[in-house]
Nanobody, 120 residues
Framework: VQLQASGGGVVQAGGSLRLSCAAS?????MGWFRQAPGKEREFVAY????????VYEDSVKGRFTISRDNAKNTVYLQMNSLKPEDTAVYYC?????????????????WGQGTQVTVSS
């Protein structure tokens, strides 16, 4: 499965961005992770394709929304009320196994990353 992420950019604090991740095939789950400079890659959100159920990291709950377009095999991450601490490279990922979904180690397929910069 190949993943193509897009939609990053520079935005002021309080602004919004929408990231997209187009997949070449269908998997059990698609997720978003992010990596800030000097930090480890961390979980942001994931969605199961089967029932659209989603899970979010606590710091993004209420601000970020993950959604999908079945026809386009694409997952989106709508990011609202952005904060400077959201600045990172965002990666989409996919896997076919139904466990360990919060861990970077679980995901077999990764997109190339897209930079999100939030200025204060």
């Amino acid at each position: 499965v190949q993943l193509q992420a897009s939609g990053g950019g520079v935005v002021q604090a309080g602004g919004s961005l929408r990231l997209s991740c187009a997949a070449s095939g269908r998997t059990y789950v698609m997720g978003w992770f992010r990596q800030a400079p000097g930090k480890e890659r961390e979980f942001v959100a994931y969605m199961r394709w089967g029932d659209s159920s989603a899970v979010y990291e606590d710091s993004v709950k209420g601000r970020f929304t993950i959604s999908r377009d079945n026809a386009k095999n694409t997952v989106y991450l709508q990011m609202n009320s952005l904060k400077p601490e959201d600045t990172a490279v965002y990666y989409c990922a996919a896997d076919n196994r139904p466990f360990g979904l919060l861990s970077t180690k679980q995901y077999d397929y990764w997109g190339q990353g897209t930079q999100v910069t939030v200025s204060s």
